[in-house]
């Protein structure tokens, strides 16, 4: 069973940074895809970013292109979100997932599910 623990959400003006982290516990995954996903109040969730274990492949949605950077750190099983130019429309509960052996941007596509962490733009 492989668990997500996200982390380092918080407030922040606009134009500000933000590093959101993921711990990951649990079997090997070298297989899995992790990806990080955000749920404004009354909206569906939608994707932001992914990565492979191996780091060689990331993708990132249209709105955060740019501006958001996906990392990880294999040897301490962490993956880290860098947000920077932050804005208002940002603000969101940050989700990070992982997907067994699959590129994938559908929420629906992903096993393993984080409990969130709140992040909040605004001046």
């Known amino acids: 069973q492989v668990q997500l623990v996200e982390s380092g959400g918080g407030f922040v003006e606009p134009g500000g940074s933000l590093t959101l982290s993921c711990a990951v516990s649990?079997?090997?995954?070298?297989?899995?895809?992790m990806g990080w996903f955000r749920q404004a109040p009354g909206k569906d969730r939608e994707f932001v970013a992914l990565?492979?274990?191996?780091?060689?492949?990331?993708y990132y949605a249209d709105s955060v292109k740019g501006r958001f950077t996906v990392s990880k750190d294999n040897s301490k099983k962490m993956v880290y979100l860098q947000m920077n130019s932050l804005k208002a429309e940002d603000t969101a509960v940050y989700y990070c997932?992982?997907?067994?052996?699959?590129?994938?941007?559908?929420?629906?596509?992903?096993?393993?599910w984080g409990q969130g962490t709140q992040v909040a733009v605004s001046s």
């Open positions: 649990g079997p090997t995954f070298t297989s899995y895809f």
């Open positions: 997932a992982a997907a067994l052996q699959k590129i994938a941007t559908n929420p629906d596509e992903y096993d393993y």
């Open positions: 990565i492979s274990w191996s780091g060689l492949a990331k």
